[in-house]
């Protein structure tokens, strides 16, 4: 695949080429620690819309599932596994501060049995299908987050830096992919995901106050 003006750029002038993969395709591991670190630290899960860290975890899941599929070597999607083993381990967070710990060890290893046996048995079609609908998933899961946020008035524990992350990789992507195909639908759909991400991170500085006392769940 031929590279990208932008990437020539960044590649020749400022950076190796791993540090830029790095910089505009992998945030969203570190996104996802820096999130998964906060919730420790604070052993708070308040403010996180489980259904959109559901939809983050089965977008994160296609990758894994494909190279378990195929058989690639683990070096190869080793980043895509840790970003699922930490998406899964927010979701069991979630309802273990909600009380229900029980229902989130049952989660994990449903999780885990599931990957295992659709690696190993889904049809082809089934696999790419979920590969294909990933970004269209990402985009429903911040769309939630960010309907979740303004209906409760405050974004509890949802990590700025962790938000921040994911904007600047959001709109890397989406020059990147402009550069690469121009006016398509992908990019179309990274622009979306960059809008959504704009608007988590004006959440997260607007209702940076209410962040101390968020509002209980029922």
Request: charged share 10%.
């Amino acid at each position: 695949m031929s590279s990208s003006p932008i990437q020539n750029f960044f590649v020749t002038h400022f950076m190796p080429e791993k540090c830029y993969a790095q910089l505009f395709v992998n945030f969203n591991l570190h996104a996802q620690l820096l999130q998964l670190l906060r919730i420790l630290w604070r052993r708070n899960a308040e403010g996180l819309c489980p259904a959109s860290v559901l939809l983050q975890l089965y977008a994160s899941s296609g990758p894994v599932l494909l190279a378990v599929a195929r058989n690639f070597p683990l070096f190869a999607w080793g980043e895509r596994l840790f970003l699922s083993i930490q998406t899964t381990t927010i979701v069991f967070l979630i309802l273990h501060y909600r009380g229900d710990t029980v229902r989130g060890i049952l989660f994990v290893l449903a999780y885990g049995g599931l990957i295992v046996l659709l690696g190993s048995h889904a049809p082809a079609q089934v696999i790419s299908a979920m590969q294909s609908s990933s970004l269209a998933a990402i985009i429903a899961s911040k769309a939630l987050q960010a309907g979740s946020n303004f209906k409760k008035g405050h974004t509890g524990q949802l990590s700025s830096t962790s938000v921040l992350l994911s904007s600047a990789a959001s709109l890397g992507l989406t020059f990147v992919s402009l550069q690469d195909t121009g006016k398509s639908l992908a990019t179309a759909s990274y622009l979306v995901s960059a809008c959504f991400s704009c608007i988590l991170l004006a959440q997260v500085l607007c209702y940076g106050s209410n962040k101390t006392s968020p509002k209980k769940e029922d």
